[in-house]
């Protein structure tokens, strides 16, 4: 069975550094094919892919986010931590970690999803 | 970036209706690089077709995906009561993937 957990703070100030970690069961990101990465979604439902790490230590970015973030993994511990810099209201989302098997491998197809994490930032 | 618009924006069907949802791209997104998922409120999206016609594991057969370059339609034959959710399709041909915007299918 396939589980991921979202975790990290609820409220962040404008400006700080956000980090959020995902910590999965079921798969190993040393697998072939394996990717795990963030999605965003904002309170008007918006979604947006924000980063995503796979099994060959390749990462890829949002183009417009790229300079604010950085992915990393430890197979070991089964995680994966996403910081985003410089955080606005705007960046105001339900953080999602998101798991592609390797049946999708090459495609960007999330199979599953973290029950995800309300972030807000505020003042 | 590939924009996914997204119609109509609420559906308003009865149980047992078919519910037909569209996707179109501002570019063509291939013949199949196009999936759809389903939302529920307090939930995680949940992927039910990929490959634009392809439902992915679990999936009842109700769901059926269709459509190639820039249109795309995601059919419920007949609608269940938990069925009742927001749908939104994603694009996976050109990085940055994106979103579209969302369908609700209400209760009439």
């Known amino acids: 069975q396939i589980t991921l957990k979202e975790s990290g703070p609820t409220l962040v100030k404008p400006t700080q550094t956000l980090t959020l970690t995902c910590t999965f069961s079921?798969?190993?990101?040393?697998?072939?094919?394996?990717?795990v990465g963030w999605i965003r979604q904002t309170p008007g439902k918006a979604l947006q892919g924000l980063a995503f790490?796979?099994?060959?230590?390749?990462?890829s970015y949002h183009p417009s986010l790229k300079n604010r973030l950085i992915i990393t993994k430890d197979t070991s511990k089964n995680q994966v931590v996403l910081t985003m810099a410089n955080m606005d209201p705007v960046d105001t989302a339900t953080y999602y970690c998101?798991?592609?098997?390797?049946?999708?491998?090459?495609?960007?197809?999330?199979?599953?999803w973290g029950q995800g994490i309300l972030v807000s930032v505020s003042s | 970036e590939t924009v996914l618009t997204q119609s109509p924006g609420t559906l308003s069907l009865s149980p047992g209706e078919r519910a037909t949802l569209s996707c179109r791209a501002s570019?063509?997104?291939?013949?199949?690089?196009l999936a759809w998922y389903q939302q529920k409120p307090g939930q995680a999206p949940r992927l039910l077709i990929y490959?634009?016609?392809g439902r992915a594991p679990g999936i009842p057969d109700r769901f059926s995906g269709s459509g190639s370059g820039t249109d795309f339609t995601l059919t419920i034959s007949r609608l269940e009561p938990e069925d009742f959710a927001v749908y939104y399709c994603?694009?996976?041909?050109?990085?940055?993937?994106?979103f579209g915007q969302g369908s609700t299918v209400e209760i009439k």
């Open positions: 079921g798969f190993s990101l040393s697998s072939s094919g394996v990717g």
């Open positions: 570019q063509s997104v291939g013949s199949n690089y």
């Open positions: 490959d634009a016609s």
């Open positions: 994603q694009q996976y041909i050109d990085p940055p993937l994106t």
């Open positions: 998101v798991y592609r098997p390797p049946i999708f491998s090459g495609r960007s197809l999330f199979e599953s």
């Open positions: 790490t796979y099994w060959y230590d390749h990462e």
